[in-house]
Every structure is written in structure tokens, then in C-alpha cells.
């Protein structure tokens, strides 16, 4: 019987490869090398040999570590920029460039974006980004088109732009062509920017195009886009859209008042606004004034503006959005706070489904939100807006209010005018230096600043009276300004009640129990009282002595050599709506 067996084992050795594909691999693996060598020069944390920094605009002063003889061999533009240097600049200190007057929309830049674009420059790979810097707080968010994700193309266009890197120009803009038909009708300004700045005019066609057929206000982009763009949007409406322009009815009479009432808001002069509401029969609301003072008005003018209580803050534009939303829009809190205490709905949702919360945590990027501060550190903007929106929206299904009077250190102050204001003037310093901006938000809108603080009780005596002052006009000063501070408190406890118990937990460790200030005679309580406020003065006096010592080591430590450390989803389908030409701030 015959056997038969598989040999695994060829009868002829392998022939050896080609020279040339032994050669390739040897070079793609020593280039690979080089390039993680390369990329090693741009991260803070490693040895610091730059011999030149870029300043950004958009991070605070914060400078990027650059090595001069890798970009000037690589960049024609870097190499023209340094071949320019004085001798002195040269030979001296690290050369500082500017990234806002270096290249053509360098204030918009961040930290990410460039370094993303340096790298590339060292490695010839682009890497992709953090992903907490292109990500947005929104658990529902897909993150395909959100804010963030928008914003780092953006910024890598600009500077891929003005330094001259042709190939990731072309790549971004088609990242950026992409996003046009699919982000939301306020994300496409960014990318309109952005095209007219580095001349991209197909980019550019793209967006006047989408820009046209949204629910965009003619006002809101007037305001946010250059005049020769929105120029090319009112004429691609001309022609493209000639049945909407049929359909519209027009009133020259109401247009003039309305641009009027507009113009007063632009020069902040409510005053004029209510004369010109008194002599016409134009009223907030037919104007869209509220929505225009939330998109383009500082909080002062839509605070002032809504005192005149002839508007319906839930007022819906022909676009479908709340002035609520259009705040929301530019992150701005104190108008966002004026809004909600005026009664604004945090639950009303623009034609694409988000609501107030929805719209800011979709502009946040989760590293600016999550960012990690030192005790009397600002937060950013977007975390006041967040969790002001959180809270307000938190109300709208549970009645746990504690009252002010409940909240108090002590039942004693409730009774005692002079001894209240005292502890509420120290309440709020403190808050200044555990929350600063916070703080100053719920001042903002308590106006607490336009009252005169109270010194206290100096000498077993009460401040003296001011110059030509009475005692019932002093009398009235301290009133206006506990007025102030309680509201400021009040609005403390109710939109930052994390804050607010991190300050009742500090209030009550220092006051070491208050039963000791109730025990002797009056006069005895009195001296007590006033002792333990002037201790409680000396703290805050020495933490903003420290403060600004730390301040200024931190200066002196960033003109060193030593090395620097940096501290449902929203995709839709394009709108089919068509949007109105009106006066009207829709």
C-alpha cells in the first residue's frame, strides 16, 4: 500500500527579496524613527532646547516652544520670518512671534491646532488631535459635527493658511466642505470666517449658499459676517430666491423705526429706545429687540432693557429661536442669568430639537469644562453658563428651596441691621476670592456694584456720615446696598449652590460656633461681634496677600528658561426652510 506525506519543508530555499524592498523597509522604519524623535521637541514635558516662541492670542498670554532651524528648513514662510530677525534678536533672547499679527487670523488659533500643524511641520505626520479638545460635554452629541470638532479645523486652516502648507490646506478644506452641509445654521459662521480670511472660494461659494437657504437672520449675520459676504448672501437671495422675495410685504415705515430702535441699542442708550417705543406703535416684541440685545448687546443693555417689562422673553423669531437661545449662542452668563430671572424658558427648543443646555454644552469643549483651577481662579464662561442652566433647569421639577433667612449663621444677625450687612459685605469678599466669577455674575445682575460698600464698625463706632449726608439718606444708602447684597446672595444659593455651601462650610468653621458672641451683656456681645468680623477681614486681607505673591512668583517663573506646562447627536440634514428677508431681527 502506498503512503503519501505533505512535507512542510520546501525543496528549495525562499529566494532572498529585492534589494530595493530590503532598502524601503529599512528607510520607512528610520524615517518612522525620526519623526517620533521629532515629535518629541513639541511636548512641553520634555527637554526644552526651543530657541524661539509663539504667542498665542487665544490662550492668555501662553507660548508654544519652537526650534528655528526645523522650521526655516521646512517653511519657506518660517524661513523668510527669522532670515528678517535683527542681529540682536538673533543672538540674544528667544525670539517671541505673535501668532495674532504673524499670519492672517491668528487670534483665533489655540494651543491644539497649532501644535497639530507644528507637528506636521516636524514629522510630516499629521496626528490627530486630544480628544477632549474636539469633544463637546453633551452626552447625546455624536461629536461628528459638534462645536469643538468644528472650531480645531478651523483654527489648523488658519495656521496651515498662513504658513504656506498648501497640502493640509487642501485637506481641511474639504474636512470644512464636508461640515457645511450637515452642522447647524450658527456653526456654518465660523467656517464663512474662515474662507474669506484665507481666501478659499469655493469654500466660501459653499457657505453663502447654505447661509442663504437657513433660518439665519438677516441682522445676526449683518453683525457677524464681513460686509462684502453678507453682501454676496442678500444677492444670491436676489436671485435664487425670487419667490420668497415675492412673497414678502414690506414696510418702509416700520423698517426705519425698527433700524432706529436697533441703533439705539448698538450706542447702549436704553433711554432712547423707551422714548422711541412711546412715540410709535413699534413695540420689543414686533422688533425682536430682547433677541437682537441678547445676540449682539453687552448684559448692562439687555439687563437695562428688559426693566422697561414690555417684552415676552419666550418670544419666538421667524427662525424659531428664543432670546434665550440666541445667548446661549455666544455663552455670554450675565445675559443668560438676566434672561431666566426675568422668567425665560430653559425648556423651549429651537426647530432642530435642542434647548438652552443642549446649545451650550455643544459649543464646550470637555477640556475647558473639566479643567482642573486653583483656589480663586476664574471659570471659564461656558461652565457659568452650564450650570447656571442646569440649576434653573433642576427648579422646574423640585420645590427644595431653602429661604435666605433659613440659611443664615445664626439667628441672631436676622434681627440686627448693622451686624447683618456686615456679614453679608463679608460673605460676598470671600465669595470674590473662592469664586471670583461667579461673585461677580450675581453682583452683575443684583447691581451691587452700583452701591456703596459698608466699612463696618470701627472704634466701637458705626461709619461716619458722608459729606452733605443725613442720617436718613445714610440710612438709606446701607438699605439699597443689604438690598443688593442679599439679592446677590440669594442668587448665589440659587444657581451656584455648590458654591454657596463651600462658603457656609468656611463661614462656620471660622465663626467656631456663634453661641460665644450671645453670652455677656450687650455691650459685651457688641465688642465680640465686632472682633470676629475684623478677624474675618484680617483672613481676606492675607489670602489676597498671598495671592498676589503667587502672582507674582508665577511671573518671574514664566521669564525663565525652565520648561513650560500647560495647565442625540447633532447631525441633521440640511434645512429645507428658506429664510426670510425681513427688517425685522427675526
Not at 542681529?87 to 528667544?94: I, Q, R
Not at 442678500?234 to 414690506?250: A, H, V, W
Request: hydrophobic residues 40%.
Amino acid at each position: 500500500m502506498e503512503s503519501s506525506t505533505i512535507s512542510f519543508f520546501s525543496s528549495s530555499p525562499p529566494s532572498p527579496p529585492p534589494p530595493a524592498t530590503v532598502q524601503a523597509d529599512l528607510d520607512a522604519v528610520s524615517l518612522g524613527r525620526l519623526s517620533a524623535h521629532l515629535d518629541r521637541l513639541l511636548d512641553p514635558a520634555f527637554l526644552d532646547c526651543a530657541d524661539a516662541e509663539i504667542v498665542l492670542a487665544a490662550g492668555g498670554g501662553a507660548t508654544v516652544g519652537v526650534h528655528r532651524c526645523i522650521l526655516a528648513a521646512r517653511s519657506p514662510f518660517f524661513l523668510d520670518h527669522f532670515s528678517s530677525l535683527p542681529a540682536a534678536a538673533v543672538a540674544g533672547d528667544k525670539p517671541r512671534l505673535e501668532l495674532a499679527k504673524l499670519v492672517p487670523g491668528g487670534r483665533h488659533i489655540g494651543r491644539d491646532a497649532l501644535v497639530a500643524v507644528l507637528g506636521y511641520m516636524y514629522t510630516g505626520r499629521l496626528k490627530l488631535p486630544p480628544r477632549e479638545a474636539v469633544v463637546c460635554v453633551d452626552d447625546d452629541c455624536t461629536h461628528e459635527v459638534c462645536r469643538p470638532a468644528i472650531d480645531f479645523i478651523v483654527e489648523s486652516t488658519y495656521a496651515a493658511s498662513g504658513f504656506q502648507i498648501s497640502e493640509l490646506v487642501s485637506l481641511f478644506q474639504r474636512r470644512l466642505s464636508y461640515f457645511v452641509n450637515i452642522v447647524c445654521d450658527e456653526d456654518i459662521v465660523p467656517i464663512i470666517h474662515v474662507a474669506s480670511t484665507c481666501q478659499l472660494p469655493d469654500l466660501l461659494n459653499q457657505c453663502i449658499q447654505r447661509a442663504a437657504n437657513s433660518t439665519l437672520d438677516n441682522r445676526y449675520l449683518e453683525k457677524e459676517l464681513p460686509a462684502d459676504t453678507y453682501g454676496k448672501i442678500k444677492e444670491f437671495c436676489r436671485y435664487s430666491l425670487p419667490d420668497e422675495l415675492d412673497n414678502l410685504i414690506l414696510d418702509p415705515d416700520h423698517e426705519k423705526k425698527v433700524n432706529k430702535i436697533y441703533k439705539a441699542l448698538d450706542s447702549d442708550d436704553v433711554e432712547l429706545v423707551s422714548l422711541l417705543l412711546k412715540e410709535s406703535a413699534v413695540t420689543l416684541d414686533d422688533a425682536f429687540a430682547v433677541h437682537y440685545a441678547a445676540a449682539c448687546c453687552t448684559p448692562k443693555v439687555l439687563a437695562a432693557l428688559l426693566k422697561l417689562d414690555s417684552a415676552n422673553v419666550n418670544l419666538k423669531n421667524n427662525g424659531g429661536y428664543t432670546p434665550l437661545h440666541m445667548a446661549c449662542m455666544r455663552l455670554e452668563p450675565g445675559i443668560i442669568l438676566s434672561l431666566v430671572e426675568k422668567g425665560a424658558s430653559v425648556l423651549e427648543r429651537t426647530p432642530d430639537g435642542r434647548d438652552a443646555l443642549t446649545i451650550c454644552k455643544r459649543l464646550t469643549r470637555e477640556k475647558d469644562f473639566n479643567r482642573e483651577l486653583e483656589k480663586g481662579q476664574e471659570r471659564c464662561n461656558a461652565y457659568l453658563c452650564i450650570d447656571i442652566l442646569k440649576q434653573t433647569k433642576s427648579t422646574y421639577f423640585t420645590s427644595d428651596m431653602v429661604s435666605l433667612d433659613e440659611a443664615i449663621i445664626t439667628p441672631l444677625l436676622v434681627d440686627n441691621f448693622h451686624m447683618r450687612l456686615i456679614y453679608f459685605e463679608n460673605r460676598v469678599d470671600f465669595a470674590n476670592i473662592f469664586f471670583p466669577a461667579e461673585a461677580k455674575l450675581a453682583m452683575c445682575i443684583a447691581d451691587a456694584d452700583s452701591t456703596q460698600k459698608f466699612t463696618g464698625m470701627n472704634s466701637s463706632k458705626l461709619e461716619e456720615l458722608g459729606p452733605n449726608e443725613t442720617p436718613t439718606m445714610q440710612n438709606m444708602r446701607w438699605r439699597e446696598r443689604l438690598d443688593a447684597l442679599t439679592k446677590t446672595v440669594e442668587l448665589g444659593r440659587r444657581y451656584f449652590p455648590n458654591c454657596s455651601a463651600v462658603l457656609d462650610k468656611f463661614l462656620d468653621e471660622e465663626s467656631t460656633g456663634l453661641a460665644f458672641l450671645e453670652s455677656g451683656s450687650p455691650e459685651d456681645q457688641r465688642v465680640k461681634r465686632m472682633r470676629f468680623y475684623e478677624l474675618m477681614e484680617d483672613v481676606r486681607k492675607a489670602f489676597d496677600k498671598d495671592k498676589a505673591a503667587g502672582a507674582a512668583i508665577a511671573s518671574t517663573a514664566s521669564s525663565s528658561p525652565s520648561p513650560r506646562n500647560e495647565g442625540s447627536g447633532n447631525k441633521r440634514p440640511q434645512s429645507n426652510r428658506k429664510r426670510k428677508q425681513t427688517p425685522q431681527f427675526q
